[in-house]
């Protein structure tokens, strides 16, 4: 089993930032990509931002990119997200989450099959 544990979020004003991060844990943790997702009151869990656990490439949602930065630290087991330029429109709860398959890039929250609990994160205006 794979223990995910967010922290990090909280209550910012609009333009300002929040780093998440996501410790990861278990006998069995050996994923090929990690990623962010979030989902706001009465929407779909949707994607934020994922990297390959090795080698490092990402992808980010279009919403996000150029404002959000994911990166990880493979001796400690942490993801981050850095979130900059933050919007109300970026309220919602952010999860993070493993997977072993090759289409991580696709961003689809059916390929990530372990996730952690949720971090709250809400932007005013």
């Known amino acids: 089993q794979v223990q995910l544990v967010e922290s990090g979020g909280g209550l910012v004003q609009a333009g300002g930032s929040l780093r998440l991060s996501c410790a990861a844990s278990?006998?069995?943790?050996?994923?090929?990509?990690m990623g962010w997702f979030r989902q706001a009151p009465g929407k779909e869990r949707e994607f934020v931002a994922t990297i390959r656990w090795v080698g490092a490439p990402t992808y980010y949602a279009d919403s996000v990119r150029g404002r959000f930065t994911v990166s990880r630290d493979t001796a400690k087991n942490t993801l981050y997200l850095e979130m900059n330029s933050l919007k109300p429109g970026d309220t919602a709860v952010y999860y993070c989450?493993?997977?072993?398959?090759?289409?991580?890039?696709?961003?689809?929250?059916?390929?990530?099959?372990?996730w952690g609990q949720g971090t709250q994160v809400t932007v005013s205006s």
């Open positions: 989450a493993t997977t072993r398959s090759l289409l991580y890039y696709q961003g689809q929250v059916r390929v990530y099959d372990f």
């Open positions: 278990g006998r069995t943790f050996s994923p090929y990509a």
